[in-house]
Nanobody
Framework: QVQLVESGGGLVQPGGSLRLSCAAS????????MGWYRQVPGSQRELVAI???????DYVDSVKGRFTISRDNAKNTVDLQMNNLKPEDTAVYYC?????????WGQGTQVTISS
């Protein structure tokens, strides 16, 4: 059984930083490609960043240079460090893993950027 639990969201001013964390349960975490997605009301869920089992990251263009995804296989966690946050980063952020053609999601954590 795979479970994902996000934490770390909140309200920050533009230019601020937040660190999101996702704790995963399940076996073979080290082999999983983990992703962070975000969604605003009325829009589709958007892939923000992924990190594969070789620790290779990739990012959507809008967050490159500002966000950093990392993982700790010993703790079964994947983090998203978000710097220089902008109002357009406001969304619910979800942790994701796709296994055997099935998407697992966490419950989401709200990130709000506002002055």
């Amino acid at each position: 059984q795979v479970q994902l639990v996000e934490s770390g969201g909140g309200l920050v001013q533009p230019g601020g930083s937040l660190r999101l964390s996702c704790a995963a349960s399940g076996t073979n975490f080290g082999t999983w490609t983990m992703g962070w997605y975000r969604q605003v009301p009325g829009s589709q869920r958007e892939l923000v960043a992924i990190i594969d089992s070789d620790f290779t990251p990739d990012y959507v263009d809008s967050v490159k240079g500002r966000f950093t995804i990392s993982r700790d296989n010993a703790k079964n966690t994947v983090d998203l460090q978000m710097n220089n946050l902008k109002p357009e980063d406001t969304a619910v952020y979800y942790c994701n893993v796709r296994l055997s053609d099935y998407n697992y999601w966490g419950q989401g954590t709200q990130v709000t950027i506002s002055s």
